[in-house]
């Protein structure tokens, strides 16, 4: 891969890697908000905003949903920000053309899985508690830096 018309190989790595470390907190905080990974988010239900009648749009005036209405803005915001954490991953794997920048792409991966084991995403009939909720976020989190502070491949490394 040759450099980037205007940017060096090192300035475009660093930019993926400032990317991807801001979509990952992007990530993280959409996560918490959403009570997550469900895109329509995890909702109790509001009795108050009832639907009063089954039926479809009565007149030519009444709001016909463009798109479905259970989805979440922040469940949007959620996964755009997760898929720019792998797209800067992969970027970074291109650039330093290291096997070992693989578990750079896979890491979050790894960490997705363990937040979505948190929140029940893997095993619907259990309900945690909060606190259990942030030990396993906080794990998730813990396991995304360690790798990408410690041991994920830089510029001029020949580890």
Known sequence: MGDTPGMSRI????????TGNAAWWTFVVAVLVNRGL???GRDFGWTAYTPLTDGGPRRYADYVPAFDPTVQLVGVVMFAAFSIVVVSAVVEMAITRRWR????????????GVIGYAFGG???TAIRSPTVVLVFV???????QVWMRRFAPTMGDER
């Open 11 to 18: 300035q475009v790595f660093s930019a993926a890697r400032t």
């Open 38 to 40: 469900d895109p329509a």
């Open 101 to 112: 920048a693989v578990v750079t792409v896979v890491i979050p991966f790894i960490s997705m």
């Open 122 to 124: 893997i095993d619907r």
């Open 138 to 144: 906080l794990t998730a989190v813990a396991i995304r």
